[in-house]
Nanobody, 127 residues
Framework: QVQLVESGGGLVQAGGSLRLSCAASGRTNSSYAMGWFRQAPGKEREFVAAISWSGARAYVADSVKNRFTISRDNAKNTVYLQMDSLKPEDTAAYYC????????????????????WGQGTQVTVSS
């Protein structure tokens, strides 16, 4: 089992920045691709970004491209989501997820492929 804990959410003005962290604990000796998703009230969960377990490949959704960056520090069992130029439409609960196994270059935007999920952290962007 792997436990995921997100942090770094909060209230920020439009144009501001936040950095979310997702710390993994438990059976972290395995290799996990990681992803970030978000869900706004009344909307479906939406893919935001993903990164392979090696960190060699990463992908962000078009809606956040050039504004958000995903990265990871495997020595700290932590994945990050740097969010810049935030917009009110980025307001949502943000969740990190872990996918066990896969190649060093594998990542996926599909939520059903992930094995473990965090509880989420709220991001609110005011206009």
């Amino acid at each position: 089992q792997v436990q995921l804990v997100e942090s770094g959410g909060g209230l920020v003005q439009a144009g501001g920045s936040l950095r979310l962290s997702c710390a993994a604990s438990g059976r972290t000796n395995s290799s996990y691709a990681m992803g970030w998703f978000r869900q706004a009230p009344g909307k479906e969960r939406e893919f935001v970004a993903a990164i392979s377990w090696s960190g060699a490949r990463a992908y962000v959704a078009d809606s956040v491209k050039n504004r958000f960056t995903i990265s990871r520090d495997n020595a700290k069992n932590t994945v990050y989501l740097q969010m810049d130029s935030l917009k009110p439409e980025d307001t949502a609960a943000y969740y990190c997820a872990a996918l066990k196994g896969g190649s060093a270059y594998y990542y996926t935007p599909f939520s059903y492929e992930y094995d473990y999920w965090g509880q989420g952290t709220q991001v609110t962007v005011s206009s």
